[in-house]
């Protein structure tokens, strides 16, 4: 009995210490595309802030360069190809917004594909 006792308790004790170390590896963001969009309509600056959004849509031959789209009027732009396509969760980190014809233009820095 207590070689299943202490085999329980080896086995739990891996099984925590796992849970552990792969929360410590998840980055947390400052925003979902949701919060981030409700923040910017009241005025709220979020340049400097992280973002966590799914790529609703890729256009990469915007007037903005490299386009991912998400939610109803976010834009977050780059020069440079990130490398990620549409269905992709993506962290990044917001360097500027403007406001253009009713939608937000983001650039940003930092992307992790999550």
């Keep these: 009995m207590k070689k299943v006792t202490k085999i329980i308790a080896i086995i739990s004790t891996i099984f925590c210490l796992t849970v552990i170390i792969s929360a410590c590896g998840q980055k947390k963001a400052d925003y979902s595309a949701k919060t981030a969009e409700s923040a910017l309509n009241s005025g709220k600056d979020i340049e400097g802030k992280t973002v966590k959004f799914k790529v609703q849509k890729l256009e990469p031959n915007s007037a ?15 020069n440079d190809n990130p490398k990620v396509g549409e269905g992709d969760t993506v962290i990044v980190k917001v360097k500027k917004t403007t406001s253009t014809m009713g939608s937000y233009i983001i650039t940003y820095s930092n992307l992790s594909k999550q």
């Design 64 to 78: 903005f360069g490299y386009n991912l789209e998400t939610g109803k009027h976010l834009n977050f732009v780059s």
